[in-house]
C-alpha cells in the first residue's frame, strides 16, 4: 500500500512540474509573440503620425523675431501682395510702423 501512495504522489509531482514547465513556455512565446507585434504597431503609428503631421502641419517664420510658429496659429498680415506670418500683435505692429517708416524715407 505505502509503494502505491508513493507511486501516486510521484506521479502527482511530475504532473505538476510539467503543467509548471509547460506554463512557463506558453508565457515566454506569448511575451516574445507580444513584444514583436507591439513593435510593429509602435512603428506603424509612429509612421501614421508622422505622415499625419507632415499633411497638416505647416511652420512660418515671424519676420520680426524669428520665430517658427503653426500657420494655423499666426496672426497674418497682408503686404502689397505678400501673406506675413506674426507670432503676437506687438511683432505685427512693429512690422507695420517700421515699413511705414521706410515707405515715407523713400
Known sequence: MTNL???VARLLLWL?????????L???IAWMLGDAA??????????HAA???AVTRRLVRDPVCGMHLDETLSIPFREEG?????CS??????????ARKFAANG
Open 51 to 53: 505622415e499625419a503631421t
Open 82 to 86: 505678400e501673406l506675413l506670418h506674426f
Open 38 to 47: 507591439s513593435a510593429a504597431a509602435r512603428t506603424a503609428d509612429a509612421a
Open 89 to 98: 500683435p506687438a511683432c505685427r505692429d512693429l512690422y507695420a510702423v517700421n
Open 26 to 28: 506558453r508565457r515566454l
Open 16 to 24: 505538476m512540474f510539467v503543467s509548471w514547465i509547460v506554463g512557463l
Open 5 to 7: 501512495f508513493a507511486r
